[in-house]
């Protein structure tokens, strides 16, 4: 028994839609695994030291010198270097190494909803070309010390 052309046609194209289907399945697993590998180098716990860094020494200059963050540029990168004295803000990025991996961290600051009793902040940690980014508010707080 021959089968006809059409059922022919319908079961090459049917074989081919499969075999699609199935390279389409291979590709998808192929380009997660090489994403997961990228990603698979970054060291969490530098990021989240990165962040909790800033955050806490942020708001320690809050509480000491809230006036002195009215100071700094909304458009500049800064960041933050530890002295006898406190913490000092420099502008540009602080380069942290962990191993063989380079990470680094810089915070913007800008007035939140036009209030300048109140700073947005963003703290900005990169690795290679991965950008994470964490945001919090430091409202000006009434403390003496």
């Given at each position: 028994m021959s089968k006809s052309k059409a059922q022919l046609l319908l079961?090459?194209?049917?074989?081919?839609?499969?075999?699609?289907i199935i390279l389409?399945?291979?590709?998808?697993?192929?380009?997660l695994s090489f994403?997961?590998?990228?990603?698979?180098?970054?060291s969490q716990d530098v990021t989240?030291?990165?962040?909790e860094k800033y955050r806490n020494a942020l708001f320690d200059i809050a509480q000491?010198?809230?006036?002195?963050?009215?100071s700094l540029s909304t458009t500049t990168d800064y960041f933050?270097?530890?002295?006898?004295?406190?913490?000092?803000?420099?502008?540009?990025?602080?380069?942290v190494k962990s191993g063989l991996e380079e990470y680094f961290f810089s915070f913007r600051i800008d007035n939140f909803q036009n209030d300048p009793n109140v700073k947005l902040i963003k703290v900005t940690g990169e690795y290679q070309n991965i950008i994470f980014n964490d945001y919090f508010l430091l409202p000006k707080l009434n403390v003496n010390f």
């Open positions: 079961e090459v194209v049917l074989i081919l839609g499969l075999i699609t389409g399945i291979f590709a998808s697993a192929l380009v994403n997961a590998l990228r990603y698979s180098n970054i989240i030291y990165g962040f000491r010198d809230f006036n002195s963050l009215n933050l270097t530890s002295t006898a004295s406190g913490w000092q803000i420099a502008s540009g990025k602080e380069r």
